[in-house]
């Protein structure tokens, strides 16, 4: 094989029913210089032997295993070890890549001097009623820093999903404290905040929403989120305090109300949920939310919040819940009522 350009790391579980076109999405790439690295984690369908057959016939393919199953942050983490293109990326199973998604941003990110991180066009799919659409997020017609992607990417006005120069990919892996979230909201955040420039490309990533994702169905995991975004602020932390961040105060505060935020969302599923969870969940959660609420530095929220019946950040556990339980009646009828 010539020198590679980008690799990719896809982490495989039991992903059968999508893995041929992820698979074919990247052996119909333009842009042929290119390592494949697929890492399954411990599957119990037929994804090892699809894999296996596209190995048989691409050598850029390379299948790897995981010892037991750890989650798809150790599976790409264990690809990045094997990765040796100039660029890399990751591209789950159950997505895929147009054509020339590698080619466009391979060939924005050598211009010039360089990019140290090229985004993707991010379009979402929805597997129920097969409609596409482009992700909602900033339009650029030139690079920015990675101190405004970083910015921008807290509340999601610019997605992760990206090519980044190696070296940047390998002094920040993956972080797999837990089994999900934390990559996606900790180590795509460094890896922008990390890059001297952020610039776009055309190629695009096709992102599929289905029925079995965690964010479309009930679920205890989701309140792993709000652990993943207070995992967040002590690494934003510790950049502050490296002198990596620009604007410390100002980042803080913005951040502080989106975690405030993310909060009150899983407050309300929490209410919502609750008939569903054993009394050993309930008594856990329940648990988690109150420890979180006396997390907050409520000097750092907006001062508009502590008017705002349903976000007022009462840190008494008992009247906060008593707030969000008449929050969840009064809304929908001050809602009706406005209509």
Request: aromatic share 14%.
């Amino acid at each position: 094989m010539s020198e590679i350009k980008v690799s990719v790391l896809v982490a495989i579980y039991n992903a059968e029913q999508f893995l041929r076109q992820c698979l074919d999405s990247l052996r119909g790439q333009t842009l042929a210089e290119c390592q494949f690295l697929c890492v399954d984690d411990c599957s119990t369908d037929s994804s090892v032997s699809i894999i296996k057959e596209y190995a048989a016939q691409d050598s850029r393919f390379q299948l790897l295993h995981t010892p037991v199953n750890s989650g798809h942050s150790v599976a790409r983490n264990l690809g990045l070890s094997f990765a040796r293109g100039e660029y890399i990326t990751m591209l789950d199973a159950d997505d895929w890549l147009s054509p020339d998604a590698l080619s466009q941003s391979y060939a924005v990110a050598t211009q010039g001097e360089g990019f140290d991180c090229v985004m993707f066009r991010l379009m979402m799919y929805n597997e129920w009623d097969h409609t596409q659409n482009l992700f909602p997020s900033l339009q650029f017609d030139a690079p920015i820093s990675g101190q405004e992607a970083f910015r921008l990417s807290l509340d999601w006005q610019v997605h992760g999903y990206y090519i980044l120069r190696r070296e940047i990919h390998l002094q920040y892996p993956y972080d797999a404290t837990f089994r999900i979230y934390t990559d996606d909201n900790i180590t795509t955040r460094l890896h922008l905040l990390h890059s001297r420039s952020v610039a776009f490309s055309k190629g695009e990533y096709y992102y599929r929403q289905h029925a079995d994702s965690i964010t479309h169905k009930y679920s205890v995991n989701r309140f792993l989120f709000m652990d993943a975004l207070s995992l967040l602020k002590e690494n934003i932390l510790r950049e502050i305090a490296a002198g990596n961040i620009d604007n410390p105060e100002s980042l803080l505060n913005h951040f502080e109300n989106l975690r405030w935020f993310n909060y009150l969302d899983m407050v309300r599923y929490y209410l919502e949920h609750k008939q569903k969870m054993s009394a050993t969940e309930r008594a856990d959660i329940s648990r988690r939310l109150q420890d979180k609420l006396h997390s907050f530095e409520t000097s750092r929220l907006e001062s508009r919040l502590k008017f705002r019946p349903g976000y007022i950040p009462i840190q008494n556990w008992t009247l906060f819940l008593l707030q969000q339980r008449f929050f969840r009646v009064a809304y929908p009828l001050y809602r009706n009522l406005k209509n």
